[in-house]
């Protein structure tokens, strides 16, 4: 029996990492280990795009669409919400965590562009250094 309702989050970005953090969260649920789990994704943003409305709502709609991606994987949803947060990925998540003292972060180990991780640091990477609470990576393997 655990000692306190451990809520998470699932970082999600579409790609099939971050649909098995999903699924594995759903399972989590299922099986009493989770109690709350928010579904994010993170609009990447700079700060001069709100400026561009349409392009700002572009990218709000294909947010929608990966997480209702994210939500269709999961079998199990009492207990899910979902957000879509704007701004750098990796701070918004860390940030939602920290404001909501989250117990977990469940996320894929890469995520859709793994050119830009390799110019500029990955999300996961940034997130496993500046958390404020434990993450959870998911692989994809041979035996998946």
């Known amino acids: 029996m655990l000692e306190k309702d ?3 989050i699932v970082a999600t970005d579409g790609s099939d990492y971050s649909l098995k953090a999903a ?3 759903s399972v989590m649920l299922k099986n009493g280990v989770l109690k709350k789990v928010t579904v994010i994704y993170v609009v990447e943003t700079e700060k001069d795009m709100n400026r561009l409305t349409s ?3 572009t990218l709000e709609e294909e947010g929608k669409e990966i997480l209702g991606r994210t939500l269709a994987v999961m079998p199990y949803q009492q207990g899910v919400k ?3 947060l704007f701004g750098d990925p990796a701070a918004k998540i860390c940030e939602y965590a920290r404001k909501n003292q989250m117990d977990v972060i469940i996320m ?7 050119v830009m991780d390799l110019l500029i640091g990955s999300v996961c990477n940034k997130i496993v250094h500046y958390a404020p609470c434990s993450v959870l990576l998911m692989r994809i393997s041979e035996w998946d």
Do not use: P, V
């Open 6 to 8: 451990i809520s998470a």
């Open 23 to 25: 699924r594995k969260a």
């Open 55 to 57: 392009l700002k709502e």
């Open 82 to 84: 979902h957000e879509i």
């Open 108 to 114: 894929g180990a890469k995520g859709r562009s793994e």
